[in-house]
T-cell receptor, first 115, second 111 residues
Framework: GAVVSQHPSWVICKSGTSVKIECRSL??????MFWYRQFPKQSLMLMAT?????????EQGVEKDKFLINHASLTLSTLTVTSAHPEDSSFYICSARGGLDQPQHFGDGTRLSIL | AQRVTQPEKLLSVFKGAPVELKCNYSYSGSPELFWYVQYSRQRLQLLLRHISRESIKGFTADLNKGETSFHLKKPFAQEEDSAMYYC????WGTGRRALTFGSGTRLQVQP
């Protein structure tokens, strides 16, 4: 089946640093990748959608300069949380889709803790 | 904008009892509905999608456009069904077509 690998699974860092999270589709080409954020005991909230080779489309209220998304190839997307602060601490989940009619497949998520 | 509502945060049943996890949606167009499951410490996995009309692990779900519902059902719950279940909607006709999730229902199947 379609596998999405997300790395790292957990990161702790100091306030002010930047953190990069990688999302890879291992056995399929992901024309579209999605980034979600999940707060404790809440649902997944879509942050942005990226198509390979294009700029990401951000949801309302998501800061483009804070959450940099790059989708440089059909198998890799990265999310960089710039100048992270404690309020950015959350669980970030990536998802990838092979084609418009294909289902979305999810990575394991990255727990980000900013001290 | 589309919305997915799962009214129950927690559903607790005994093994062998029937299960129904409720999902209602609001969307003006023709939606595509999914159920995803997340077992403890695992990633979200696709359980089923309405266009496939299949039964996975004994679960079924029928899209009722009149009631705008996509309830997940299983006649006899098993302990291994204990997990978090998310209903999700994908809107046709929008370029991004990302999934919109409900808040999830935790299913606890007791022995």
């Amino acid at each position: 089946g379609a596998v999405v690998s997300q790395h790292p699974s957990w990161v702790i860092c100091k306030s002010g640093t930047s953190v990069k999270i990688e999302c890879r589709s291992l056995d399929f080409q992901a024309t579209t990748m999605f980034w979600y954020r999940q707060f404790p005991k809440q649902s997944l909230m879509l942050m942005a959608t990226s198509n390979e080779g294009s700029k990401a489309t951000y949801e309302q209220g998501v800061e483009k300069d804070k959450f940099l998304i790059n989708h440089a190839s059909l198998t890799l997307s990265t999310l960089t949380v710039t100048s992270a602060h404690p309020e950015d601490s959350s669980f970030y989940i990536c998802s990838a889709r092979g084609g418009l009619d294909q289902p979305q497949h999810f990575g394991d998520g990255t727990r980000l803790s900013i001290l | 904008a589309q919305r997915v509502t799962q009214p129950e945060k927690l559903l607790s049943v005994f093994k062998g009892a029937p299960v129904e996890l409720k999902c209602n949606y609001s969307y003006s167009g023709s939606p595509e509905l999914f159920w995803y499951v997340q077992y403890s410490r695992q990633r979200l996995q696709l359980l089923l999608r309405h266009i496939s009309r299949e039964s996975i692990k004994g679960f079924t779900a029928d899209l009722n456009k009149g009631e705008t519902s996509f309830h997940l059902k299983k006649p006899f719950a098993q302990e291994e069904d204990s997990a978090m279940y998310y209903c999700a909607l994908r809107a046709w006709g929008t370029g991004r077509r990302a999934l919109t999730f409900g808040s999830g229902t935790r299913l606890q199947v007791q022995p």
